[in-house]
């Protein structure tokens, strides 16, 4: 059966893509590697004597699910599922709404990043923005975080501190994604995220200006 309908074509690689990349087809990926990896400028050793010293246990390079999981650190394992650090965005509470924050740096908005413990999901179960989609890579980098597990933590530690300690940024208030609409944004002493100073003054002026123009309207006159 040749397929011809492009509908049909793009739901069906859709549908294939999500199959490989699921924790099967990545173990047979890994499984399939073969000759050496470098481990140096000098020095190689075969696929499975990495995979042994990341903690992997098996007599040969063949990998399954569990062969992993097992592997993987029990303190970046949660509700029966392995976790990575993996750069999400740092969010902000103001007034109730939570917004990515952002830094200016040479005229453009850049997202505040953060490293936290994500889910390692397959890609049909990927359910949450944070989650993320297992492929040999992440396979790979959450068995050397595994490893080196307290450099792991630190890390996560230390970006936490540096997000917390930041006082001020900028949010996308606006609801139609392709406009705009950036304010800025401060935190209190209190770490309650509000809008800056000028931005107050300035929807103040805003509100007094509008009520100005409704009351001239009321009166038969234009605001000054």
């Known amino acids: 059966m040749i397929i011809t309908s492009k509908k049909s074509i793009n739901n069906g690689v859709k549908s294939m893509a999500a199959k490989a990349m699921s924790w099967n087809q ?14 140096s400028e000098t020095e190689k050793v075969r696929p499975l004597e990495l995979m042994q010293s990341l903690g992997v246990h098996v007599s040969k390079n063949s990998y399954k699910p569990k062969d992993i999981f097992d592997a993987w650190s029990e303190r970046m394992k949660k509700d029966g599922k392995v976790l990575m650090a993996h750069a999400v965005p740092y969010q902000v509470s103001v007034f109730g709404v939570d917004y990515p924050l952002y830094d200016l740096k040479d005229e453009k908005y850049v997202r505040v990043s953060m490293q936290a413990l994500c889910p390692v999901v397959s890609a049909a179960d990927k359910a949450d923005k944070t989650d993320v989609v297992v492929n040999p890579t992440n396979i790979l980098r959450g068995l050397q975080q595994s490893v080196f597990i307290e ?9 936490e501190a540096k997000c917390a300690s930041i006082t001020s940024g900028y949010i996308n208030v606006s609801t139609d994604k392709k406009v705009e609409k950036w304010v800025r944004v401060e935190k209190s002493k209190d770490g309650i995220w509000t809008l800056a100073t000028e931005e107050k003054k300035a929807s103040n002026a805003k509100a007094a200006a509008k009520g100005a123009s409704k009351g001239g309207k009321k009166n038969g006159k234009k605001a000054a």
């Open 151 to 159: 450099d792991t933590l630190a890390k996560i530690a230390k970006s």
């Open 26 to 39: 990545v173990c047979k990926a890994i499984s399939g590697i073969g000759g050496y990896v470098s481990i």
